[in-house]
T-cell receptor, first 112, second 116 residues
Framework: GDSVTQMEGPVTLSEEAFLTINCTYT??????LFWYVQYPGEGLQLLLK?????DKGSNKGFEATYRKETTSFHLEKGSVQVSDSAVYFC???????????FGKGTRLSVIA | NAGVTQTPKFRILKIGQSMTLQCTQD?????MYWYRQDPGMGLKLIYY???????DKGEVPNGYNVSRSTTEDFPLRLELAAPSQTSVYFC???????????????FGAGTRLSVL
């Protein structure tokens, strides 16, 4: 079935460091891909999305490119801040009529 | 904007007790979902609904029941609470008409449930 695999955390970085969180997926057809972020004590919120191959989603300095040839959607940020400390979830939408499939999440801690 | 509202925020149950987790959304979304999030794990889908009167099982439906009598509300019922149901529960909703925006899910803040 459809699935999402994320790199395991926790990831600890110093402020202003470069961030990459790997995400690969398995799906039939052409899914849409998402990154959600969960700040401490809160629900998940959409960070960015991409709906077709080679699309780049971006928001708040984060970027991810839909790579069909490598079935990947890696999250990147050039310079992280303490406020980016959160759990990040990669997710896919197999089709318009099925629920999202989430990865296990990657916890990021940024230290000053 | 209220968005997705879940109540209560915290609850402790004894084994065998029952309770209902409430979820309300004010965005006129067709689709609603219930997930559970265990420590260190991702989200697992319990039940979802594509509209009033229609519900479907997700990955882990055993021990839970749902109903969808209105567009706004999607309560989750635990009939006989067990320690294995200790988790954080999230409700989410999404809009259906636009095939791109349809699966942007909006989440509530969660209900933290402990069964002792």
């Amino acid at each position: 079935g459809d699935s999402v695999t994320q790199m395991e955390g926790p990831v600890t970085l110093s402020e202003e460091a470069f961030l990459t969180i790997n995400c690969t997926y398995t799906a039939t057809g052409y899914p849409s891909l998402f990154w959600y972020v969960q700040y401490p004590g809160e629900g998940l919120q959409l960070l960015l999305k991409a709906t077709k191959a080679d699309d780049k989603g971006s928001n708040k300095g984060f970027e991810a490119t839909y790579r069909k040839e490598t079935t990947s959607f890696h999250l990147e940020k050039g310079s992280v801040q303490v406020s980016d400390s959160a759990v990040y979830f990669c997710a896919l939408s197999p089709s318009r009529d099925t629920p999202l499939v989430f990865g296990k999440g990657t916890r990021l801690s940024v230290i000053a | 904007n209220a968005g997705v509202t879940q109540t209560p925020k915290f609850r402790i149950l004894k084994i065998g007790q029952s309770m209902t987790l409430q979820c309300t959304q004010d965005m006129n979304h067709n689709y609603m979902y219930w997930y559970r999030q265990d420590p260190g794990m991702g989200l697992k889908l319990i039940y979802y609904s594509v509209g009033a009167g229609i519900t479907d099982k997700g990955e882990v439906p055993n021990g839970y029941n749902v109903s969808r009598s209105t567009t706004e509300d999607f309560p989750l019922r635990l009939e006989l609470a067990a320690p294995s149901q200790t988790s954080v529960y999230f409700c989410a909703s999404s809009y259906s008409r636009d095939s791109v925006a349809k699966n942007i899910q909006y989440f509530g803040a969660g209900t933290r449930l402990s069964v002792l």
